[in-house]
């Protein structure tokens, strides 16, 4: 495929599901399907499901997989002399070969700004923030002194819960010399992110990082600086929104937060799933094609998904052997 779909046309290419020649996959999580390859290589395939508030919803957003899996390439890349990643290679636009990580169970949100979940807090009059002190007299937007970090629990079913690094040490989810590596590499990531977006007129407002151990070595895995694990904030105007209170350009998945949020869904997202409409989905792809073609200077080439289900196929069984 040589160009982009148009709207009409978009829709249609959507990968929900994963299913090559009747094989299930050996992990499923809210976006990505995990097929193991052997005792230390995986197959991690970018579906185009979409999830917001821990829900997935039943409708995917064309070619999000390709433009997550490929930026995600894209910001490891950014961050090798960093850390250790998971990547071994990316044979397709949706599938990442990586190894097999003993994921650990804390996911670590490093942020800069005052805004999302933090400033819902913040507005209630909360002022601590997984143990995380936010001071006052802030506006929402408005940077921190410092970038904070606040880790979140990794819930297999329901809603990710906020947790204090103390809470992290005295459960013994993580050890203190491992948390202390950890704490170190996210602020590290964030700042490099940070500065990899100001290049190219965009501001990292807060990240998601995820961490396993391979070997007992600490490494980055799932995906870093994306559209689904960041929000960012064009820079252009933002200091002039900031002074007069207005919301801020963003490129990110808060899109669909806010949507929901403003439509009334957020409340009762955990007894009925919403529709999304045609539009929206269009949309968030527009914004996830903005964000790659923004932080990557490249224009996205989208690879037809029709027969995908038989590609992933034949590329398992290339890699098992």
Known sequence: MNSIPDHAQLLTHCITETMPQGRSADYRGKVRDIYYLDEDRMAIIATDRISAFDRIFNEPIPFKGQLLN????????????????????????????????????????????????????????????????????????????????????????GHDQDISETAILSNGLVSEDLWTEIRQTALKLYQRGWKVAQKKGLILVDTKYEF??????????????????????????????????EPQRQLSKEFLREWLIENGHHATIDQKLPVLPDQVRISIYKRYRELYETLTGEKFRPTPTANFNDDLAILLDKLAK
């Not at 995906?223 to 929104?241: I, L």
């Open 70 to 157: 490929q930026l995600a390439w894209y910001g490891f890349r950014n961050v090798e002399d960093l850390c250790t990643h998971h990547v071994i290679d990316i044979p397709h636009p949706n599938i990442t070969v990586a190894r097999k990580c003993r994921p650990l169970p804390v996911e670590v949100v490093v942020r800069g700004y005052l805004t999302g979940h933090a400033w819902r807090i913040y507005k209630q009059g909360g002022r601590e923030l997984c143990g995380q002190q936010m001071p006052d007299g802030l506006r929402q937007h408005e940077a921190f002194p410092e970038p904070i970090l606040t880790p979140t629990t990794k819930a297999k079913e």
């Open 212 to 245: 396993g151990l391979f070997r007992d070595k600490l490494l980055l895995i799932d995906e870093v600086h994306t559209a689904d694990s960041s929000r960012y904030f064009y820079a252009d105007g933002y200091e002039e929104r900031l002074e007069r209170g």
